[in-house]
């Protein structure tokens, strides 16, 4: 039964709507006897109380994570992200479950398995989903978090890294190593992310009155998502390259040393993420630390919050990371 207000309840007891009142709030001014009659009459009628004090539960939530699938590999940024997101959810007694996202699944608006058997309470979505795609999990009446991204056609709370103000702070390094010409590498309207800190590049060489060849602006990956392991360079090269993740600047400095330049002795990279392990040749990553693990503690206590009752939507909270100074990038060489 729905519906069911005070005054229902009351009226079934032959009491008033105020004498329900105090018995549901536990309030002096009625007989425990007739409380006692008022709750058993409120539970029996299937009376929610709005005013009730919400309280967040402290375990057993089955929490959906729902990646891209061109974003995850066994070896891949995401990969570590989703376990340090398990380990947070599993730290607050929870559930971590995780789907791929297939692109026919976005193209077609189907959902995942996840939500069509009905398996879990809330969704963390872990990687940039289409516009269309979030519209359709948050009409699913559960609450959703997006996490190292944000959509901004979507209400729902997302978690994302200091992108723009990470990559400001790569690119002001630079310039105090004496770089002049740099350049950018990201499919800048890829991600959330890459606009970010594409814009956090573009940021401080604005404020540097530093111009930017349009030519040294290009993408790291195909359209369906694969990084590129050779790379569209411009016929003049600048000294440095901000990189928008850190597989895409060791591609990059792959591609570099095949066509006979040193990093960082010619061409310094920096990177995003700190992520990559060292391989093969290529030197140790100057990159910007993500803090995936405050990220996820903070999606674990927002998913938390949300299923105990509290939607109010915060928005978009932002996590501080840090400058990782590594052998990638050096002073600007004498030979430029």
């Excluded at 380990?87 to 559930?95: I, S």
């Excluded at 998502?225 to 850190?246: I, R, S, Y």
Aim: aromatic share 8%.
């Amino acid at each position: 039964m729905s519906g069911i207000t005070m005054r229902d309840i009351g009226r079934q007891l032959g009491v008033s709507a105020v004498t329900v009142s105090k018995a549901l709030a536990g309030k002096s001014g009625v007989s425990e006897e007739m409380r006692q009659k008022i709750i058993r009459r409120a539970s029996e009628l299937g009376y929610v109380n709005p005013n009730a004090p919400q309280t967040t539960p402290t375990s057993g939530l089955d929490v959906g994570i729902l990646i891209p699938e061109n974003f995850f590999s066994v070896v891949s940024f995401y990969a570590t992200f989703y376990k340090q997101l398990v380990q947070a959810l599993t730290d607050a007694g929870h559930f971590g479950i995780m789907e791929l996202v297939t692109h026919d699944m976005q193209t077609t608006l189907t959902l995942p398995n996840l939500l069509r058997s009905r398996h879990v309470d809330a969704l963390i979505c872990l990687g940039q989903l289409t516009s269309p795609y979030m519209q359709l999990l948050t009409r699913q009446k559960m609450p959703v978090i997006c996490l190292d991204f944000h959509d901004p056609f979507v209400t729902t709370d997302a978690i994302v890294s200091d992108n723009a103000f990470g990559a400001a702070q790569l690119t002001y390094w630079l310039i105090e190593q004496g770089h002049r010409d740099i350049g950018f590498v990201g499919d800048i309207k890829a991600t959330s992310s890459i606009m970010e800190r594409y814009l956090g590049f573009l940021s401080a060489m604005l404020m540097k009155d530093l111009p930017v060849r349009p030519e040294c602006v290009f993408s790291d990956r195909s359209p369906e998502g694969n990084t590129f392991h050779t790379f569209q360079l411009p016929e003049k090269m600048p000294t440095a390259f901000v990189v928008n993740c850190d597989m895409s600047a060791q591609a990059l400095i792959t591609d570099l040393q095949s066509r006979g330049y040193c990093v960082p002795e010619d061409i310094s990279v920096v990177g995003f993420d700190d992520f990559c392990p060292t391989a093969g040749n290529t030197p140790p990553l100057t990159t910007f630390r993500v803090n995936c693990p405050a990220m996820c503690r903070m999606a674990v206590k927002l998913i938390g919050e949300r299923c105990a009752g509290d939607r109010k939507t915060i928005g978009r909270v932002v996590i501080g990371g840090e400058c990782v100074f590594r052998d990638s990038a050096a002073p600007v060489s004498v030979i430029h």
